[in-house]
């Protein structure tokens, strides 16, 4: 086909104009043709006959560009381009009897009829043949792999003409309305859902292509249940939303989103819980980084704060936040100033210097540690981190007059088995504490502090979830890594888990633990199969050596759960405005009992005196119950050598060794 290189080449004008050749050339030619067959013979034509031909001839060609047939490009030709040319033929015939009338010319009336067949022929079969021509060229010809499009609305027959020109070719419709069963839409016929298996066997079809944007989740995960027992890829056309906002294209199909698979509906948020702690105010982030953090802070400008404090240690974290945040603020023209802050929530005179400097409103403290094993390696770290960040955060809150402060926490601080679990539960009784005192002040009618803490589980698509490490070994060939076979999680959107700390936040009365309705908890087997069927693959096993995917089962990290558990449903749970939001009555201890174990912490950190630590965590209400000895890699090749810790007697780069951790 490289002969063709040249001609595929062209400018479009010059396209066009050979177009306008060819068509005259048509025109003439199913003229003359339209009397041999009707006639048999052509000499018989007069100048009048020759004088009709030459009036259709200009006006047939502007109706042909009046209809756009000079505007298409050829190998996007579709059923709307073949009823302009059929229209297009029709007119023209009428031009033919038009001017016969006024050029009192000889034409059997039966030749307009001919002759709109025989352009619609000549013109429509043209266009074909060189759209099927270009489509050879681009190599789409005879390897186009056959889908199935499952949905047959608007959004299905737009996809299916996108489909025309590229790799695929869609053989049918799958559509749940009964009354579109076995009717053909743009060419295409439209079959029942039972009738999958039938034309996977007939069209050797791998894949289906989702066209329903605007059906719930739940609806969605019904029709995907129905897929997985097949052997078909699925993916999906993007959000509604997204397509109508121009964020993307109908034709970028993706794979199908891991909550369509938990059918999980989000509640829509409160505008008013929303805006409550946040419009016209100033709001900071700590962690506004990370997972959560940088959620929180595309959820809070939206509610367009005054200023928007972004506290993050990792340079790269806050980089990537600032600048996206600040695209959004001048796409959106938004009022919203943005401070993009390095620091660390263990150093309090950071805190302090910043949260007075910018006359701080509210507070989401999000940074912390949070991946199990890695906070099981780095105890002290941990510890430090989560326990002594946190309480640091909330006393420079208490000192520089914030009115609001937000603690994401973690179900994994419920009965804690691991030390991550363990410093979450204990940062949440540093704010009980705190809160006690803020309460007093409350009563006396001083300013104080409104503490909150919210708990929730595992968010999709957050850093170290399962879900993107699952597809890359999908990807790969395998084998999927699972810890144990019936290992199970709950599972939120990130989105959704933002929005419901910021509403839960604007519930908060003083020291209240809210948890999130995570729904139901997950099979992570499961899910993992799921997404291994929704990639058209197969599970190898042992009944099944033939599989695709293998899964290999490499047993519970150090401090990890089978079960994780949430309050809902326990005693002291108690339902709040909102039906996705709970409040639960913990235990608690007083800020002066608080503060003597902070102490003595603080020490064990200091010395790395890890069995110290260990007991601590044990002695206060934070129901740890550790499943594996002390992990940290640090005390672990200490131990191994039995070499005690250099401590440095008058300064460890955080504190003077001997200062009294106050109050």
């Given at each position: 086909?490289?002969?063709?290189?040249?001609?595929w080449?062209?400018?479009?004008?010059?396209?066009?104009?050979?177009?306008?050749?060819?068509?005259?050339?048509?025109?003439?030619?199913?003229?003359?043709?339209?009397?041999?067959?009707?006639?048999?013979?052509?000499?018989?034509?007069?100048?009048?006959?020759?004088?009709?031909?030459i009036?259709?001839?200009p006006?047939?060609?502007?109706?042909f560009?009046?209809?756009?047939?000079?505007?298409?490009?050829?190998?996007?030709?579709?059923?709307k381009?073949?009823?302009?040319?059929?229209?297009?033929?029709?007119?023209?015939?009428?031009?033919?009897?038009?001017f016969?009338?006024?050029?009192?010319?000889?034409?059997?009336?039966?030749?307009?009829?001919?002759?709109?067949?025989?352009?619609?022929?000549?013109?429509?079969?043209?266009?074909?043949?060189?759209?099927?021509l270009?489509?050879?060229?681009?190599?789409?010809?005879?390897?186009?792999?056959?889908?199935?499009?499952?949905?047959?609305?608007?959004?299905?027959?737009?996809?299916?003409?996108?489909?025309?020109?590229?790799?695929?070719?869609?053989?049918?419709?799958?559509?749940?309305?009964?009354?579109?069963?076995?009717?053909?839409?743009?060419?295409?016929a439209?079959?029942?859902?039972?009738?999958?298996?039938?034309?996977?066997?007939?069209?050797?079809?791998?894949?289906?292509?989702?066209?329903?944007?605007?059906?719930?989740?739940?609806?969605?995960?019904?029709i995907?249940?129905?897929?997985?027992?097949?052997?078909?890829?699925?993916?999906?056309?993007?959000?509604?939303?997204?397509?109508?906002?121009?964020?993307?294209?109908?034709?970028?199909?993706?794979?199908?989103?891991?909550?369509?698979?938990l059918?999980?509906?989000?509640?829509?948020?409160?505008?008013?819980?929303?805006q409550?702690?946040?419009?016209?105010?100033?709001v900071?982030?700590?962690?506004?980084?990370?997972?959560?953090?940088?959620?929180?802070?595309?959820?809070?400008?939206?509610?367009?704060?005054?200023?928007?404090v972004?506290?993050?240690?990792?340079?790269?974290?806050?980089?990537?936040?600032?600048?996206?945040?600040?695209?959004?603020?001048e796409?959106?023209?938004?009022?919203?100033?943005?401070?993009?802050?390095?620091?660390?929530?263990?150093?309090?005179?950071?805190?302090?210097?910043?949260?007075?400097?910018?006359?701080?409103?509210?507070?989401?403290?999000?940074?912390?540690?949070?991946?199990v094993?890695?906070?099981?390696?780095?105890?002290?770290?941990?510890?430090?981190?989560?326990?002594?960040?946190?309480?640091?955060?909330?006393?420079?809150?208490?000192?520089?007059?914030?009115?609001?402060?937000?603690?994401?926490?973690?179900?994994?601080?419920?009965?804690?088995?691991?030390v991550?679990?363990?410093?979450?539960?204990?940062?949440?009784?540093?704010?009980?504490?705190?809160?006690?005192?803020?309460?007093k002040?409350?009563?006396?009618?001083?300013?104080?502090?409104?503490?909150?803490?919210?708990?929730?589980?595992?968010?999709?698509?957050?850093?170290?979830s399962?879900?993107?490490?699952?597809?890359?070994?999908?990807?790969?060939?395998?084998?999927?890594?699972?810890?144990?076979?019936?290992?199970?999680?709950?599972?939120?959107?990130?989105?959704?888990?933002?929005?419901?700390?910021?509403?839960?936040?604007?519930?908060?009365?003083?020291?209240d633990?809210?948890?999130?309705?995570?729904?139901?908890?997950?099979?992570?087997?499961?899910?993992?199969t799921?997404?291994?069927?929704?990639s058209?693959?197969?599970?190898?096993?042992?009944?099944?050596?033939?599989?695709?995917?293998?899964?290999?089962f490499?047993?519970?990290?150090?401090?990890?759960?089978?079960?994780?558990e949430?309050?809902?449903?326990?005693d002291?749970?108690?339902?709040?405005?909102?039906?996705?939001?709970?409040?639960?009555?913990?235990?608690?201890?007083?800020?002066?009992?608080?503060?003597e174990?902070?102490?003595?912490?603080?020490?064990?950190?200091?010395?790395?005196?890890?069995?110290?630590?260990?007991?601590?965590?044990?002695?206060?209400?934070?129901?740890?119950?550790?499943s594996?000895?002390?992990?940290?890699l640090?005390?672990?090749?200490?131990?191994?050598?039995?070499?005690?810790?250099?401590?440095?007697?008058?300064?460890?780069?955080l504190?003077?060794?001997g200062?009294?951790?106050?109050?």
């Open positions: 086909m490289q002969k063709f290189n040249y001609i080449g062209l400018p479009r004008p010059v396209k066009r104009i050979i177009s306008l050749l060819i068509d005259s050339f048509f025109i003439t030619v199913a003229f003359y043709f339209a009397h041999w067959i009707r006639l048999a013979d052509l000499s018989s034509l007069d100048a009048g006959n020759h004088l009709v031909l009036s259709t001839i006006i047939t060609l502007l109706i560009t009046k209809l756009g047939l000079y505007r298409a490009i050829l190998r996007y030709l579709n059923f381009a073949i009823i302009n040319i059929t229209f297009g033929s029709m007119l023209s015939a009428l031009l033919i009897i038009l016969a009338y006024f050029y009192n010319a000889d034409v059997p009336r039966s030749i307009p009829f001919i002759y709109a067949a025989l352009m619609y022929m000549l013109c429509g079969g043209s266009r074909m043949f060189i759209r099927n270009t489509m050879t060229h681009l190599g789409l010809v005879g390897k186009r792999e056959p889908v199935l499009i499952y949905g047959a609305g608007d959004t299905g027959r737009q996809l299916a003409l996108l489909m025309q020109p590229s790799n695929y070719k869609v053989v049918g419709f799958i559509d749940q309305d009964p009354t579109l069963a076995n009717t053909v839409i743009s060419g295409i439209v079959y029942a859902p039972n009738s999958v298996e039938a034309l996977i066997a007939k069209y050797k079809i791998k894949k289906v292509l989702l066209a329903v944007p605007s059906a719930t989740r739940i609806q969605r995960r019904d995907i249940n129905t897929l997985l027992e097949y052997p078909l890829e699925v993916q999906t056309v993007p959000a509604m939303i997204d397509i109508v906002t121009g964020k993307t294209s109908i034709d970028q199909l993706i794979d199908v989103p891991i909550e369509d698979l059918g999980r509906e989000a509640v829509v948020p409160d505008s008013n819980l929303l409550s702690n946040i419009k016209d105010q100033v900071m982030v700590t962690g506004a980084g990370g997972s959560i953090g940088s959620e929180l802070c595309r959820q809070i400008i939206k509610q367009q704060p005054k200023t928007l972004l506290f993050e240690l990792s340079e790269f974290g806050l980089y990537a936040i600032d600048k996206e945040l600040t695209e959004l603020v796409l959106e023209g938004l009022s919203v100033n943005i401070v993009p802050l390095l620091g660390s929530v263990q150093r309090i005179n950071r805190l302090v210097a910043v949260m007075s400097s910018f006359q701080v409103d509210t507070v989401y403290h999000a940074a912390a540690y949070k991946h094993p890695l906070v099981e390696y780095n105890v002290v770290e941990g510890v430090r981190n989560n326990v002594f960040g946190t309480y640091y955060t909330a006393k420079a809150a208490i000192e520089t007059g914030v009115k609001n402060f937000v603690l994401i926490s973690t179900d994994k601080a419920v009965r804690p088995t691991n991550m679990g363990a410093t979450k539960r204990m940062a949440e009784l540093g704010l009980q504490a705190l809160a006690e005192k803020e309460m002040k409350k009563e006396q009618n001083q300013p104080f502090v409104r503490f909150s803490m919210v708990r929730f589980g595992n968010v999709l698509g957050s850093s170290g399962v879900i993107p490490l699952f597809k890359r070994q999908i990807k790969l060939g395998g084998p999927i890594t699972i810890t144990h076979p019936e290992i199970i999680r709950y599972f939120m959107t990130i989105p959704e888990a933002a929005q419901l700390v910021i509403q839960a936040g604007a519930m908060g009365k003083g020291g633990v809210f948890v999130l309705d995570m729904g139901e908890p997950v099979k992570i087997v499961d899910l993992a799921n997404l291994v069927h929704l058209g693959l197969d599970i190898k096993s042992e009944d099944n050596p033939n599989g695709d995917i293998e899964f290999k490499t047993g519970l990290r150090p401090g990890e759960k089978l079960f994780e949430l309050l809902i449903g326990d002291g749970v108690q339902e709040t405005e909102h039906n996705r939001i709970m409040t639960a009555n913990e235990v608690y201890w007083s800020n002066d009992k608080y503060c174990l902070m102490g003595k912490l603080d020490t064990a950190c200091h010395e790395f005196n890890h069995e110290e630590i260990r007991q601590l965590l044990l002695e206060a209400p934070t129901g740890f119950n550790p594996d000895c002390i992990g940290d640090v005390w672990q090749a200490r131990s191994k050598e039995n070499k005690a810790f250099p401590v440095f007697e008058q300064y460890d780069g504190r003077l060794v200062q009294k951790f106050t109050q």
